[in-house]
């Protein structure tokens, strides 16, 4: 049997490593075997049975709608990513994701173009506003809210803090009024129940309409910030954190007041570059990749690691407290997104910690010298995030 691509003048990636494994003689799935080639061939220090910690959005279910499209990645798609579930969404032009509220808070980055965005609080306090790329927004639990599409239509990335939501289960305002006898509504409005004739039959969910005027034109006349602190902010509002090889915003309720069940980090690796050993001790990490490619191996206890590959498009998770790295495995920069149920971002940096270990106490353990100990290891100040290639950050 061959083992050429058709198409391609490259072999056929192959389960093979040194005197392990052996070639397929069956189907490949190339595309996808090339990959993910740590799961065809795992480094040595994988070991046991770990769950998935990956799935793309491209093999995602699409919800088309005239006015743009969804698709979602939820526990029935990652079983493991019961905190967080996310929705990749976009609008046209005009486009409108309808008005409606949920059960779970709504955090979302603006990737693509931009959105107008509307809000009401319980005491009435009506906030709208325009989000552009890198800008975000989050309504918590339970407030209603609207996203439309400006000139160049909009296409973000919806995070849920819980793994079970689904797009398609929202409380939406065409909805409620189709399933609601309409003496009850005419009561409810003082009209007759002739007026609701022509009412939607359903949801419309996502639809096609015009692109709207200026932001000054739909603005409620009293937008007072220090009443409501607003429902959008920026990354480049975030803490920043800058060193060798990469660099962050960290963005939680500590600089982001009504983000305060979903903390969020906007990270960058630079090609050679790693995003150092750590784990979070206070929730699992929800992933989104945006551009470039990497790798994460998670670190399970009792023996058990695992490494998966990422590709821009994909969402990654790591179970709460397991350790972890992300390589940058490209030529381009790795930016993805760093996700948590929680208000505020934490992590331990193994270097960190070995730093303020007791020397004799970490010789005890591991086969480390002065050398390693006084300029292989750093001492920030959490939260940091380094990226160490063997040099000091500075
Ligand atoms: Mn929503
Ligand atoms: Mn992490």
Redesign the pocket.
């Known amino acids: 049997m061959s083992n050429q691509d058709h198409k391609n003048t490259e072999p056929l990636p192959q389960p093979k490593k040194g005197s392990l494994g052996g070639n397929i003689y069956g189907a490949h799935n190339v595309e996808v075997e090339r990959q993910n080639p740590d799961m065809l061939t795992p480094p040595d220090t994988d070991s046991g049975t770990m769950p998935s910690l990956k799935w793309p959005y491209a093999l995602s279910h699409t919800r088309n709608e005239h006015g743009g499209w969804s698709r979602e990645v939820t526990t029935r798609e990652l079983p493991e990513s019961t905190t967080i579930a996310g929705v990749n969404m976009h609008l046209e032009p005009g486009g409108v994701r309808e008005l409606?509220w949920?059960k779970e808070a709504?955090w979302a980055l603006m990737i693509k173009g931009s959105a107008r965005v509307t809000a009401i609080d319980p005491e009435g306090n009506m906030f709208v506003d325009d989000v552009e790329e890198g800008g975000v927004w989050n309504?918590p639990s339970g407030i209603p809210?609207s996203i439309k599409g400006l000139e160049n239509g909009a296409e973000f990335l919806?995070v849920f803090d819980d793994g079970s939501f689904s797009e398609n289960s929202?409380f939406t305002i065409t909805d409620w009024f189709a399933h609601t006898p309409k003496e009850a509504l005419a009561k409810n409005f003082g009209v007759s129940e002739d007026y609701f004739d022509n009412f939607p039959k359903g949801e419309k969910y996502i639809y096609q309409g015009d692109v709207p005027g200026p932001l000054i034109e739909d603005l409620p006349k009293e937008q007072n910030e220090s009443v409501t602190p607003p429902y959008t902010s920026r990354f480049d509002k975030g803490k920043k954190v800058d060193v060798k090889g990469g660099s962050a915003r960290i963005l939680d309720s500590t600089n982001f007041k009504k983000s305060f069940t979903i903390a969020a980090a906007l990270v960058e690796v630079e090609p050679g570059g790693i995003r150092e050993l750590h784990w979070h001790p206070n929730a699992a990490e929800w992933q989104y990749y945006l551009e470039g490619q990497g790798r994460m191996s998670v670190f399970a206890s009792a023996g058990k690691a695992r490494t998966y590959d990422y590709q821009a498009g994909d969402v990654g998770y790591v179970p709460f407290a397991m350790g972890h790295y992300i390589e940058n495995t490209g030529d381009t920069t790795l930016k993805f997104l760093e996700m948590f149920r929680s208000d505020h971002f934490a992590e331990i940096s193994l270097s960190q910690w070995m730093s303020q270990t007791p020397p004799y106490l970490l010789k005890e353990h591991l086969p480390v010298d002065d050398e390693f100990i006084n300029n292989h290891l750093h001492s920030e100040t959490r939260p940091v995030l380094n990226w160490n290639k063997n040099k000091k950050a500075d």
């Open positions: 409606h949920h709504e309504f809210h919806l929202t």
